[in-house]
């Protein structure tokens, strides 16, 4: 069985740029939750999607944004880059009762760096 | 808002010894606390969870202990071997679709 799929594994970017990030999740899973992970920071919650509806959001600037497309999906967008974006993107996926309430499945990340 | 505070941000111990972290949260809404381990270069991955019905569960070496009370929980690895040196993070949930996680402990265990 195939675990969450994140692409693309690493990226450089410059700062004004914008950024797109994919995750693919394991069949049959519907919630698809995205982290950003930083040094010293853990895990900060970006934003969780199912049928293509955003459920919750984190305390991220509207640079930051997603979505979920029918076959589960998702995507995450980050505009007019700055270099504190720089991070480890996280996506987790679940079946469909988010990511408050059971096991989270997580991809290999996406390692952004911003010049 | 939401807030999970976990302790020591780094851990080293000698291999058969047991290694302790604790975590505090302040949402009393909470219900959900799961434990992730996360390897280098690796997605983290559940390693053991607890429910705000239960006190305390155990998993071979490893167990978590919950203070509703206090909002507290803990992570307890006894007998560590090498391959337990990671990063572990806390967390805690509820039906609002979004886990808050800790800012994670890295464990070292000494051969």
């Known amino acids: 069985k195939a675990g969450v799929t994140q692409t693309p594994r690493y990226l450089i970017k410059t700062r004004g740029q914008q950024v797109t990030l994919s995750c693919s999740p394991i069949?049959?899973?519907?919630?698809v939750s995205w982290y950003q992970q930083t040094p010293g920071q853990g895990l900060q919650f970006l934003f969780e999607?199912?049928?293509?509806?955003?459920?919750n959001k984190g305390n991220f600037p509207g640079r930051f944004s997603g979505r979920q497309f029918s076959n589960s999906r998702s995507e995450m967008n980050v505009s007019t880059l700055e270099l504190g974006d720089s991070a480890l993107y996280l996506c987790a996926t679940s079946w469909d009762r988010g990511p408050g309430t059971g096991e989270l499945f997580f991809g290999e990340g996406s390692r952004l760096t911003v010049l | 808002g939401e807030n999970v505070e976990q302790h020591p941000s780094t851990l080293s111990v000698q291999e058969g010894d047991s290694a302790v972290i604790k975590c505090t949260y302040s949402d009393s809404a909470s219900n959900y606390f799961p434990w992730y381990k996360q390897e280098l270069g690796k997605g983290p991955q559940l390693i053991i969870d607890i429910r705000s019905n239960v006190g305390e569960k155990k998993d071979q070496r490893i167990a978590v202990t919950l203070n509703k009370t206090a909002k507290h929980f803990s992570l307890h690895i006894t007998e560590t071997q090498p391959e337990d040196s990671a990063v572990y993070f806390c967390a805690a949930g509820d039906s609002s679709y979004k886990l808050i996680f800790g800012s994670g402990t890295r464990l070292l265990v000494r051969p």
């Open positions: 999607y199912f049928s293509e509806t955003q459920r």
């Open positions: 069949s049959g899973h519907r919630s």
